[in-house]
T-cell receptor, first 111, second 108 residues
Framework: DARVTQTPRHKVTEMGQEVTMRCQPI?????VFWYRQTMMQGLELLAY????????DSGMPKDRFSAEMPDATLATLKIQPSEPRDSAVYFC?????????FGPGTRLTVL | RKEVEQDPGPFNVPEGATVAFNCTYS??????FFWYRQDCRKEPKLLMS???SGNEDGRFTAQLNRASQYISLLIRDSKLSDSATYLC?????????FGTGTSLTVIP
């Protein structure tokens, strides 16, 4: 049963620290998305890749966030330096056609 | 104006009730529509696709109204296990747009 995996599942860190989140999409899903979800804003698209190429990262604060896909089995989202307002659940999702398959998310708390 | 707007609720309904959610979209060129379900502290998962002709899956019926640019989800005979957040999704070009979700609690 193929699934999207994300690590870590939970992360508590202090303001100013670097945070790296990882995602392993389902093999063959050539479009990969990064979302952030908070109670106030709902699900926000941060960035997405198609065939590992970044297509849109306009939802991402560029000064502190970066997203990469070094190979087809790994996508990363990095925050440096982290701030308390970055506290949220970060989801990765992959799709091959119209359905998106989400990972379980990384719950980030920045103190 | 947001691409997708959704009433956040919450909707609190008794078991057995019928409940309906709507979601409006702003771009008439949007071509695909879906409902996702998200349980508490879990990831969203596809519930069903939405077509102009309607789509029924057991107690769930999804409908698309292109003229008025909205999609709907109807749940009949609601169960406790239907308690979740329901998100509408609209695809325009190759962009996915999620609604903020409607919270449903089914009460015994």
């Amino acid at each position: 049963d193929a699934r999207v995996t994300q690590t870590p599942r939970h992360k508590v860190t202090e303001m100013g620290q670097e945070v790296t989140m990882r995602c392993q999409p389902i093999l063959g899903h050539n479009t990969v998305f990064w979302y952030r979800q908070t109670m106030m804003q709902g699900l926000e698209l941060l960035a997405y890749f198609r065939n590992r190429a970044p297509l849109d990262d306009s939802g991402m604060p560029k000064d502190r966030f970066s997203a990469e896909m070094p190979d087809a089995t790994l996508a990363t989202l990095k925050i440096q330096p982290s701030e308390p307002r970055d506290s949220a659940v970060y989801f990765c999702a992959g799709s091959s056609y119209n359905e998106q398959f989400f990972g379980p998310g990384t719950r980030l708390t920045v103190l | 104006r947001k691409e997708v707007e959704q009433d956040p609720g919450p909707f609190n309904v008794p078991e057995g009730a019928t409940v309906a959610f709507n979601c409006t979209y702003s771009n008439s060129a949007s071509q695909s529509f879906f409902w996702y379900r998200q349980d508490c502290r879990k990831e969203p998962k596809l519930l069903m696709s939405v077509y102009s002709s309607g789509n029924e899956d057991g107690r769930f019926t999804a409908q698309l109204n292109r003229a008025s640019q909205y999609i709907s989800l109807l749940i009949r005979d609601s169960k406790l296990s239907d308690s979740a957040t329901y998100l509408c999704v609209v695809i325009t070009g190759n962009q996915f747009y999620f609604g903020t979700g409607t919270s449903l609690t089914v009460i015994p």
